[in-house]
Structures are given as C-alpha cells and as structure tokens.
C-alpha cells in the first residue's frame, strides 16, 4: 500500500496458490446406489493471481479503479473495476456503490480442444455505520450477471441402468447463464479491556439455479502486545441443491444435469488460525491454517444429499503488507 500527495493511494497484491489431493471425478451407482469416484492425492493446480487498485480522496468522496488476473494451466481470468465511496458530514456513515467485470477463458488439460468464454457482471451497494467509538457495522448487496461456459470439463456421471443395459456416461451440463443475488451484515466490537475485537459475519446468497446458501463466521482477534495479534474464527455454512444436480442420470435425459456435489445440499465446518506480526519498518506479517469440512449430516435443518462425499482439508496462508 503506498499514499501519495493529493489523496492518491495505491494498493497492490499477488498471490500464489498451490492445492493438491483427493477430488471427485465422477458419480457411479455400479454397486446399487450412487457413490463418488474419488481420485487419489495425484490431482495438482497452481493459480498465479495479482491486482492493482489506485484510488484518489477528494473531499467528502472516494474514487477507485482496478486490475485483476489470475492464470491456471485451464483458466484464465481478466477483472476490472470501479467503486465510490461517500462519506457525508461527520463521517460516520460510509455509503459505497461498484460495479465490476471479468472475462473468463476455460480450457482443459484432458481436452485440448476445449476453449470456453465465461463473461459476468456484478454490481455492489453497501452502507457502513459508526454505532459507538467501538463498534461499526457494515451491509450490503451484490447482484450478479454471468453468461458463457458453466460446465466443468473434468466432471461425468455414470448410471447403469436398471435390469442392465449400457450404462449412460453423461459430461457435466449445465446452463449457459447463471444470475445471482447475495447480502453480507459485518459487525465489529472492540473490548478495549481485554485488548481484542469481536468479528462477526453472516452472508446470504441466492441464484437461478436453485442454490440457496447461509453462512455464519465468527472471530475474536486478540492483540498480544503492541505487535502481535492472534484470531481464531469458526466458519459455518449450509446450502440447498441446484434444481439440476443429480447423482443419476434421469431418463430421459434432461437438458442440464450434474453429480458436481458443489451444487449437492451439504454443509461445512471451517476452524482457523491466523498470526500477524507488525514490524516497524511498515511491514506486517501474517499466516493462517485451517481445516474445513464438509458432510451432507451438516446441512442446517438436514436433507443433505445422500450421495456427497464427505471430504476434508487443511490449507495454510502465509503473506505479507508492507506500507509506506
């Protein structure tokens, strides 16, 4: 982060990211009832990714635009930006209005004719309130426009059928166009007396395709010293199915359908870590390791989907901030 003269300031990131491991494949019920196919720890992706933001302070009002990419062996993604914010009178209310672009390339390492285009809009309004000299609170709205290739190359469902005959083995298709809707509520508390910050989120998203999603994330970030600060958070969410996600294929076929169990009813644990030291020297320091989980059993209200896969992983972050 660096601040000019004249109300500029620039940010700029980069990050690498490295998974590997188990992942689904393919939905089969060979054996009477539909199971994943799960790979072994052979499956690994490498995302570069980098953005740049400028924005200049004039009064009263806030002005950004922005850059973005991010490159994997089969997708690439370009993003752009523009924000407002204004802040009236004593500054205790912060209202901010955006609007974003990205342009997507899917390909595939399996298929090397394959080569997709994704566009999606998204538009974001939001308010932010000083309630007490130590608590804000911060809402908004997101809508979002997408139009391109949905379907994930590397996802197939296999159905015998009953009695026998040739099973049906069917790539993963889905809609051309997916619209959605989602609302964040952010509240802070700071407990000057104990030297720590209450975090609490909760965010709603619905599509068109069927998903309907809560998620509920709560932590506590506890200075330890003027240097150190440490905060465990616990992430919840649940979601329902897409109206076109079956472990089967249904005969006859219909125009979409996917085993993808992203688009399944489950829900998820996410307990975290994160440590960050300042230095003097501007710099900041930080990592974080966590675990997530998640069970068709750990859908709010039950009816999860009785073919997901329950799948776990850890992940650890490390970066750094470094202003001047």
């Given at each position: 982060r660096l601040a000019l003269d004249g109300g500029w300031e620039v940010r700029a990131s980069a990050v690498v990211d490295i998974v590997s491991g188990a992942s689904p494949r393919y939905v089969t019920n060979e054996g009477g009832e539909?199971?994943?196919?799960?790979?072994g720890a052979s499956i690994g992706d490498r995302r570069r990714g980098g953005d740049i933001k400028v924005s200049r302070r004039a009064g009263d009002f806030t002005v950004a635009v922005s850059r973005a990419r991010s490159?994997?062996?089969d997708y690439r993604s370009r993003a752009i930006g523009a924000e407002v914010r204004w802040e009236p009178g004593e500054r205790l209310t912060t209202l901010t209005a955006g609007f974003g672009r990205s342009n997507d390339r899917v390909r595939s390492t399996e298929?090397?004719?394959?080569d997709e285009r994704r566009e999606t809009e998204e538009w974001v309004v939001g308010v932010a309130r000083v309630l007490s000299p130590v608590a804000v609170v911060q809402a908004s709205v997101q809508s979002s426009r997408g139009?391109?290739?949905?379907?994930?190359?590397?996802?197939?469902t296999l159905t015998f059928p009953p009695g026998g005959g040739l099973p049906d083995l069917v790539p993963d298709l889905r809609p051309r166009a997916r619209d959605s809707l989602a609302?964040?509520?952010?509240?802070?508390?700071r407990l000057a007396s104990l030297a720590a910050t209450l975090q609490a989120?909760?965010?709603f998203y619905r599509d068109d395709w069927g998903v309907r999603s809560h998620t509920l994330e709560a932590g506590w970030s506890?200075?330890?010293g003027p240097d150190w600060t440490i905060r465990p958070a616990l992430r919840y969410a649940s979601q329902s199915a897409a109206d076109f996600y079956s472990p089967t294929v249904p005969r006859p076929r219909p125009a979409f359908q996917s085993s993808d169990q992203r688009l399944a009813a489950y829900g998820s644990l996410s307990p975290s870590l994160r440590v960050a030291r300042r230095l003097d020297s501007g710099l900041t320091l930080e990592a974080t390791a966590g675990l997530y989980r998640n069970a068709a059993g750990f859908?709010?209200?039950?009816g999860g989907t009785s073919a997901f896969e329950t799948l776990r992983a850890w992940y650890v972050v490390a970066g750094f901030t470094q202003s001047f």
């Open positions: 539909p199971v994943q196919s799960v790979t490159d994997e062996d298929n090397p004719l394959l139009r391109g290739f949905y379907d994930d190359p590397y996802k197939y609302a964040m509520l952010r509240y802070r508390h989120d909760y965010r506890q200075d330890l859908r709010a209200g039950g």
